[in-house]
């Protein structure tokens, strides 16, 4: 794994260049541009907060903020995985004429998405303060959380990437499995409102831990769950490995199957 960082560091220029067109691409010939990075996330807050506060009737107090809290964190991973499905089919004509570490391809949409994660925090932290909910000490693990999660995010896009190119449906496929492991995943309710007959299901969700550190931290003012976390981080190293090992294999025949 050393050896494969060491090289993507020798392109870290290649890399640098794929997430600022990413970036630009991503809402060329928009008038709103990148605001675009903000304004989806309020959008969809707008919708979720009418139908879980006032319809579903969701009884948390600054619901608002809570859920703004689980949706930009989404948007990270389902963007991500999305996005990189087709990465390397996008980029084809590289990959036939040049020689570089394929893996750049699906880590420039991961640390793109990462980008937009963090400039929506612009937007997250005025909805904290107006609806008055206080932060502390817990926000210091911020960057701790943000890593795990993008280790966690990148193994998986690794794996979807190179899968993809052997199987086109796949890229279809996900955007189904993203839509379920949403509603799997505690954004728009809180675990305590999950159904010990059906809590096991949400128990095993390594996202679940993310999310809700995520909470933590902004929403709750508290440390979260050390011992959650360090797991969900060996995790994601051990699948961030076997994602490099699939990755690789799967790497060798791309130039022949796009």
């Keep these: 794994m050393m050896k494969k960082i060491k ?43 009418i139908v879980f506060k006032y319809i579903v009737r969701v009884d948390i107090e600054n619901y608002t903020s809570y859920l703004f809290v689980g ?37 420039s ?64 496929v996900l955007g189904i499995l993203m839509m379920v492991w949403f509603y799997l995943t505690p954004i728009v309710f809180t675990t305590s409102m999950i159904p010990k007959e059906i809590n096991f299901i949400f128990l095993y969700n390594p996202l679940r831990v993310i999310i809700e550190s995520f909470h933590d931290i902004f929403f709750y003012n508290k440390f979260p769950d050390s011992t959650e976390l360090t797991v969900v981080a060996i995790l994601s190293v051990a699948m961030l490995y076997f994602g490099l090992l699939i990755f690789k294999h799967l790497s060798r025949r791309f130039a022949e199957e796009i």
């Design 109 to 172: 949409v991961v640390l793109g998405g990462v980008v937009n994660y963090v400039f929506s925090l612009l937007v997250l932290f005025p909805i904290l303060f107006f609806s008055k909910i206080q932060l502390g000490w817990p926000l210091l693990l911020f960057p701790v959380i943000l890593i795990i999660y993008f280790v966690f995010t990148l193994a998986l896009t690794l794996i979807f990437s190179s899968l993809n190119v052997y199987f086109r449906d796949l890229e279809h």
């Design 7 to 49: 090289e993507i560091y020798q392109y870290r220029q290649m890399l640098e260049s794929l997430v600022l067109t990413d970036l630009r691409t991503r809402y060329k010939g928009s008038f709103l541009g990148f605001f675009w990075t903000l304004i989806n996330p309020l959008l969809m807050l707008v919708v979720y907060s």
């Design 71 to 107: 949706l930009i964190s989404w948007f990270l991973i389902n963007q991500a995985i999305t996005s990189s499905a087709g990465v390397v089919i996008r980029n084809a004509g590289l990959v036939k004429k040049i020689y570089f570490p394929k893996e750049i391809l699906p880590l």
